[in-house]
């Protein structure tokens, strides 16, 4: 594998080439099927999904908006707008955090933990389908510990604003 420096780039092999082409691809069509058949079957998104999934874990079923975008990738604002599709379906509340009055937090309602269950199997077949079918032959917690240190050398802000160029 080619060293990273801050001098001269060094060109991708063929195999490297093929594998970042692969990869970014990846990154753009599974995620997009994955809300496609959600939404088809569940009419829920994958981000809907993910924020019931992400409460379902939390202590007590709750957690801070601002740590609720967190762990969806999501800005605040984006957060916003979905919980304010979920609340009006009565699948999460807000309320004022116990600890800081200032703060919101996400709670999800015994509606929304059945809901979730509901659109598990769909999710499931979905991620195995467009992902897991794929990786028989792959060492799954070598390619897991990969895609982990991607995602924490990759960590942005996604309030900031990316325009290429800048």
Known sequence: MAE?????????????EAFVRAFGRALLTVPRAL????????????????TLVHLSEAPCRRLRMSELA????LSLSGMTRIMNRLEVLGLVQRQR???????????LTDAGLERLRQAWPTHLN??????LDHLRAVDLPAITTALQHFAADAQCDPEQDITIGR
């Open 4 to 16: 990273v420096s801050q001098g001269e780039p060094v060109p991708l092999t063929a195999e490297e």
């Open 35 to 50: 809300d496609a058949d959600l939404l088809q079957e569940q009419r829920m998104s994958v981000n809907e999904y993910m």
């Open 70 to 73: 967190a762990v969806n990738a």
């Open 97 to 107: 955090c116990a600890s800081d009055a200032r703060g919101l937090e996400a709670v």
């Open 126 to 131: 979905s991620v195995r389908r467009h992902v």
